[in-house]
Nanobody, 122 residues
Framework: QVQLVESGGGLVQTGGSLRLSCAASGRTFSSYAMGWFRQAPGKEREFVAAISSSGGRTYYADSVKGRFTISRDNAKNTVYLQMNSLKAEDTAVYYC???????????????WGQGTQVTVSS
């Protein structure tokens, strides 16, 4: 079992940057693929980025490709989402999740964090 806690959200101006972190409990973190998702008010949750258990494979939603970077540090049981060139439409609650790579990309993960708010103001 994995417990996930996100941090790093906040208020940032358009064009700014934020780095989200997701700390995982448990000794099996390195066996899980990890992903970031987001949900804006009135919208469904959407996939943002995924990273394989080793960190060797990543995958991004088209809407964030070239602006966001997912990474992980298995020694620290932490996954990160570096967000650059932020836009107002990036405003959402951001969640991290853990499961197999296939299930992370599909968004059908068993383990989810509680979310962290990101607000981008113009």
């Amino acid at each position: 079992q994995v417990q996930l806690v996100e941090s790093g959200g906040g208020l940032v101006q358009t064009g700014g940057s934020l780095r989200l972190s997701c700390a995982a409990s448990g000794r099996t973190f390195s066996s899980y693929a990890m992903g970031w998702f987001r949900q804006a008010p009135g919208k469904e949750r959407e996939f943002v980025a995924a990273i394989s258990s080793s960190g060797g494979r990543t995958y991004y939603a088209d809407s964030v490709k070239g602006r966001f970077t997912i990474s992980r540090d298995n020694a620290k049981n932490t996954v990160y989402l570096q967000m650059n060139s932020l836009k107002a439409e990036d405003t959402a609650v951001y969640y991290c999740a853990a499961d197999s790579y296939f299930r992370v990309v599909r968004g059908t993960c068993d383990y989810w964090g509680q979310g962290t708010q990101v607000t981008v103001s113009s």
